[in-house]
């Protein structure tokens, strides 16, 4: 867990905790919840399928068609709903729960969210439920918006199931959906222990999907003619976005969660060595492969100082080398992240 809301909401549950049991479904006058209140969220089970029964304002941010939905799994695509589901059922049935660290991609940027979701008893009829807190550091842009009949894009970094009498099987997890979370680079831990399943294919949209959400996220930045030889060779492999003005990349290094930075010497209004700089003040999160014109005895040199990262590529720049540095740089910063 990574947001001190999360880790404040454990306490809060553990505090509630009865002996042998699970504490019981909170109430909003219940002393304490005042805190959670904006980023809760309650997930309950009803004829099979998990409903979301309760969430707070602040949810939106996040959740935004969350409000309006009445099933969990209809944020999600159906090709998704079956690994969402094996995720999330056995909390019910093992009376577990789950934190999950994951990034959601709302059409104009990334957020990264995360969750905390734990077990508790309806006081009356026993029945579990889930709840906890969904939240973002980022915060609320008016364009964060899934548009009606549109399904989140969400790529799960982390999963972790929380189990409170040390024991949970896993068996709803099927090779499908271990094929999915593998095509993610999602990491299934139990009590924070990785879990790992023997490699399986995927197909069908499944796949595109989970390779979508997997892309690095890659601003490129170059002149107006440097533009469309990048676009040949990078798109489609990653989320990527253009732009050849200082003044508009650090408007999108400030906005989105840029994965790398690719950068030209020279564009306008600044320089390449000048906006790798910006980009590192502004995210700790942020790899830079930096396109260097041709002088004197220049060669490709890769520097990573202070958790910092770039790739230095003398032009011209080959498809073979550039994509190797980008997958070297993403490299670099998922291991950071992890």
């Known amino acids: 867990m990574q947001h001190n809301l ?25 002393p304490g919840f005042q805190k959670f209140a904006d980023s809760y969220i309650c997930l309950g089970l009803e004829n099979a399928d998990i409903t979301i029964c309760r969430v707070g304002a602040g949810v939106s941010s996040v959740l935004p068609q969350g409000e309006s939905l009445s099933l969990f799994t ?13 995720l999330v059922m056995p909390c019910f049935t093992h009376k577990a729960g789950f934190s999950r660290r994951s990034r959601i991609w709302y059409g104009h ?37 899934l548009m009606i009949g549109s399904s989140m894009l969400e790529r799960i970094l ?4 929380i189990t409170c009498d040390g024991d949970i099987k896993l068996s709803a997890i099927d090779q499908h959906a271990w094929a999915v979370l593998e095509a ?35 601003l490129a930045v170059a002149n107006e003619e440097d533009i469309a030889a990048l676009s040949q060779r990078l798109t489609g492999q990653y989320n990527l976005r253009f732009c050849h003005s200082y003044e508009d990349a650090v ?19 600044g320089t390449g060595l000048g906006l790798v700089q910006e980009a590192q003040n502004i995210s700790a999160f942020t790899a830079s492969v930096l396109m260097l014109e041709q002088k004197g005895n ?30 070297d740089a993403s490299e670099h910063i998922s291991q950071k992240k992890s």
């Not at 982390?158 to 199931?161: D, L």
């Not at 399986?200 to 890659?218: C, E, F, I, K």
């Not at 408007?251 to 209004?269: C, K, N, T, W, Y």
Request: glycine share 6%; net charge negative.
């Open 6 to 30: 999360c880790d404040e909401f454990l306490e809060y549950w553990q505090l509630r905790r009865r002996e042998g049991r699970l504490p019981v479904l909170s109430s909003t006058s219940e």
């Open 74 to 86: 209809d944020l999600y695509s159906l090709a998704l709903k079956p690994m969402q589901m094996a």
């Open 109 to 145: 940027r990334h957020k990264v969210v995360d969750w905390l979701l734990l077990p508790v008893e309806h006081e009356e009829t026993g029945d579990v439920f889930l709840e906890g807190v969904a939240i973002s550091e980022a915060s609320m842009h008016e364009d964060d918006q």
């Open 158 to 161: 982390a999963h972790n199931f």
């Open 184 to 218: 993610m680079d999602a990491k299934v831990l139990v009590d924070g222990n990785e879990k790992t399943a023997m490699p399986h294919g995927l197909g069908g949209n499944a796949a595109l999907l989970a390779a979508q959400a997997a892309r690095s996220n890659v």
């Open 251 to 269: 408007a999108i290094l400030q906005s989105d969660m840029v994965d790398v930075l690719v950068v030209a010497e020279v564009f306008r209004g």
């Open 298 to 327: 220049r060669e490709d040199v890769r520097i990573v100082e202070n958790g910092n990262f770039v790739q230095c590529l003398v032009k011209p720049v080959g498809e073979f080398a550039l994509k190797k540095a980008l997958d």
